[in-house]
């Protein structure tokens, strides 16, 4: 098969034994197929020594009219379609263990354009340990891609939006601001790694987004958190669902150079662009918020920073029911409302 070839010279059929082929080099396991999906908890995990089992599970899609910068390769697109997912879990503190996914293709896509998208799912997929169990294969008008992800986790130590108490620390795994630069760069000046060298991390941020961080499994296993959430709609959103889940509680964030990534500061002075725009606004920066008394602070950090992570303290949750930004001694309503599908896209 020639590699300009068109997938609608090719069919359904001969893509499907593409992925199927590429499936079985790099995780020699085949595909059963079938009606349905299998697969075996006894097989795949000793659930012998979880008390009270929970099966979770995310499903986050993607489609590239509103996911996709123009400038992202067909690998980064299939990466960043499970790390996306992966990101829900994590935060919960569940380890992901299987993936089924529907792939919603437009027939004008080339066949090396599907493989490189395949193999960024599966490479991305392998390097976590995760099992490939299954999907669909449709035409779509654009790239539209459906993971499910799923693992198993003690009921009680999964980490709710719900529970934040008066006097929680607020913290985080890692500073906000570097994917608002970015966008701006991709999106507003038409740019890339080429002509912006010194924010070339801030663009990479948005192609292909580091790698999800372990706190939230450590934080689940050892109780150490109250509350949780994934940071991909923008931190002004995620804040704003946190309070929505918690309607008795507030929060106050200190906006300062702690939460905040060097680059956006920087970036910020030399095109005169907000900071809050950058850091409360961006989204798609995965990084996961989390509440926890403050009495287990120092444990946490120190067994996070054990295993290569980090925690971040920027705010407290409070008894008023608003959100607040700390900043140069004012403090500010938060009116920000982060990224909304329906009325923000690329």
């Known amino acids: 098969m020639k590699h300009n070839n068109k997938l609608k010279d090719l069919g359904e059929t001969k893509l499907i034994k593409i992925i199927e082929e590429f499936i079985l080099k790099k995780t020699n396991q085949r595909l059963i197929r079938d009606d349905a999906f299998f697969f075996s908890l006894l097989d795949n995990i000793d659930i012998k020594g979880i008390k009270s089992p929970s099966l979770i599970f995310n499903s986050d899609m993607l489609v590239s009219s509103t996911d996709v910068p123009h400038q992202m390769n067909f690998y980064q697109i299939g990466r ?8 829900d879990l994590i ?14 293709l437009p027939s004008s896509m080339k066949l090396s354009e599907f493989e490189e998208l395949i193999n960024g799912i599966i490479d991305y997929n392998n390097k976590f340990g995760i099992k490939y169990i299954g999907g669909d294969l449709n035409e779509t008008q654009e790239i539209i891609i459906n993971p499910s992800l799923f693992g198993i986790i003690e009921s009680n130590k ?41 924010y070339s991390r801030a663009i990479n941020s948005v192609l ?37 889940s918690n309607p008795e509680v507030g929060i106050e964030l200190d906006f300062n150079s702690d939460m905040i ?13 907000p900071l809050e725009d950058l850091v409360l606004d961006a989204g798609e920066e995965f990084i996961h918020i989390f509440s926890m008394k403050p009495k287990n602070y120092d444990i946490a950090q120190e067994m996070v920073q054990s295993k290569g992570g980090k925690l971040l303290k920027i705010g407290k949750v409070i008894s008023d029911p608003n959100i607040y930004i700390m900043k140069d001694d004012e403090k500010i309503i938060l009116s920000k409302e982060g990224y909304e599908h329906f009325s923000n896209s690329f």
Do not use: C
């Open 208 to 244: 292909e987004p580091v790698d999800l961080g372990i706190e939230g499994l450590i934080l689940s296993k050892y109780d150490l958190a109250t509350a949780s959430i994934d940071s991909s709609d923008g931190l002004a959103k995620s804040l704003k669902e946190l309070v929505i």
């Open 80 to 87: 960043k379609s499970i790390l996306m997912n992966m990101s």
């Open 261 to 273: 990534d060097d680059s956006a500061i920087q970036y910020s002075k030399e095109y005169n662009i």
């Open 158 to 198: 999964i980490i709710h939006r719900k529970g934040m108490n008066i006097n929680d620390l607020l913290v985080i795994n890692g500073r906000f601001g570097l994917t608002g630069v970015g966008f701006d760069i991709l999106l507003n000046k038409g740019g890339s790694n080429d002509n912006y060298k010194k």
């Open 91 to 104: 935060v919960k503190g569940v380890n992901p263990l299987g993936l089924f996914i529907s792939l919603g």
